[in-house]
């Protein structure tokens, strides 16, 4: 196999002028998936993040793409690289992934740093807690794969903050990280889990230096946010999934019952101590929402200064929604659209996140379609022409 950088600076310098192109073809990758025709490095099985997909640099975008035997878009072995095809035609450019060098090395009582945490592009992560009471039971989120590495013994149960730090450094000098994502499942304890993750990431950061969001359950009491603030933690994510209440009800019961109105006080209370652009929460499409009713309550978000991570759907082999196929481009670029509007009015962005799934923007085009519209032409004003709003689709079957 070709030694693929792991970084796009040496191959890609810059995203293609041409970043609307750019940003549909992505759209369309996360969509129908990859025929991977060459070699390709890919994530472990389950568990955060973006599982069972190919992790690649496209035209210098850093992106996670499902694979798949059925996709019209192929991947194939150039000199010196790899190329996405469809019907014989090129279509961009990609630089792979290395396996990183961090992953062969063990800790001093003989567990190997990739059951620790993993390098996503440049991104570390890890799941500090690899257990969630919701895991097994009625309350099991359709779209989640915590429990599946850790039975195929990908990974560990609990990792201390002596071992994140360790391996936090060997993946910034050895490999290059820049940031690093720390979450946990949920708990049953007042503060959701979110102290032993935040002590965790302060670990990492007073260690390597990297820049750390920590991701957690919105806690009971508000006031455990200043204590995960006053350990250095840069950035929050506190992911609702879903604004339709329909759906979070029936796709993530537990969150459900914290309650929307939960999350939004929450953000609020965040947004005040890590400053805007510092909180983000996923939004998932494709399970079934009203997407007026997402773009709506995105907006919201954004209106309080929250990053919205607007990702398509990526089912997890082994979870509750295995079977349930990816959103289509048609009905994901118009939510991205709209969302990235609000985003730019608001100056938020891929770079105000600072650490965290927001900042690494792989599993999303959300940020691709924010960029073209800011260099779109300029109109006879001067001010720069938005991006047509296209019409939005109807709830998905």
């Known amino acids: 196999m070709t030694d693929l950088l792991s970084s796009p600076a040496s191959v890609h310098p810059a995203i293609p002028t041409d970043s609307s192109a750019i940003a549909g073809l992505i759209m369309d990758l996360q969509s129908v998936g990859l025929r991977i025709e060459t ?4 994530s472990r099985k389950g568990g955060a993040g973006p599982t069972d997909s190919g992790m690649l640099w496209i035209e210098g975008v850093p992106v996670t793409v499902p694979p798949s035997t059925t996709s019209p878009y192929s991947l194939k072995a150039e000199d010196g690289g790899q190329g996405i095809y469809r019907d014989g035609v090129k279509l961009a450019s990609v630089a792979g992934t290395r396996r990183p060098r961090f992953y062969d090395l063990t800790t001093a009582d003989g567990v190997p740093y990739h059951q620790i945490a993993l390098l996503h592009l440049d991104s570390l992560a890890s799941t500090v807690v690899q257990a969630c009471n919701y895991w097994g039971n009625s309350d099991q989120c359709g779209f989640c794969g ?39 499942g949920s708990s049953v304890a007042p503060d959701r889990g979110a102290l032993y993750v935040a002590k965790c990431g302060q670990a990492v950061k007073e260690a390597a230096g990297l820049p750390v969001e920590v991701q957690f359950e919105p806690p009971r009491d508000l006031s455990t946010i200043d204590q995960v603030h006053d350990m250095g933690v840069d950035a929050l994510g506190i992911h609702i999934e879903s604004f339709d209440p ?7 019961p537990g969150k459900f019952r914290t309650g929307i ?18 909180v983000s929460t996923y939004v998932i499409l494709g399970m079934g929402e009203d997407p007026e009713l997402t773009i709506a309550a995105c907006k919201r978000a954004v209106d ?3 990053y919205p991570f607007v990702v398509p759907l990526r089912p997890v082999a082994g979870s509750l929604m295995e079977n349930v196929p990816a959103p289509s481009r048609e009905y994901t670029e118009p939510i991205y659209r709209k969302v990235a509007g609000f985003l730019a009015e608001r100056g938020l962005g891929a770079e105000t ?10 599993c999303s085009s959300l940020n691709l379609v924010q960029q073209a519209g800011s260099a779109a032409p300029c109109g006879p004003t001067g001010t720069r022409s938005a991006q047509p709003l296209l019409q939005i689709a109807k709830r998905p079957a």
């Open 304 to 306: 309080i200064g929250v």
């Open 261 to 278: 109105e939960t999350y939004f006080r929450t953000w609020e209370y965040a947004v005040k101590k890590f400053g805007e652009g510092r």
């Open 353 to 362: 996140a600072v650490a965290g799934c927001a900042r690494c923007q792989a």
């Open 146 to 184: 915590i429990g599946i590495s850790l039975a195929a013994g990908d990974t560990i149960a609990k990792k201390t903050p002596a071992m994140l730090a360790e391996v936090a450094v060997a993946a910034k000098e050895l490999d290059g990280a820049v940031d690093a994502t720390l979450t946990t």
């Open 246 to 252: 329909a759906v979070l009800a029936k796709v993530a």
């Open 39 to 42: 070699e390709l490095e890919t």
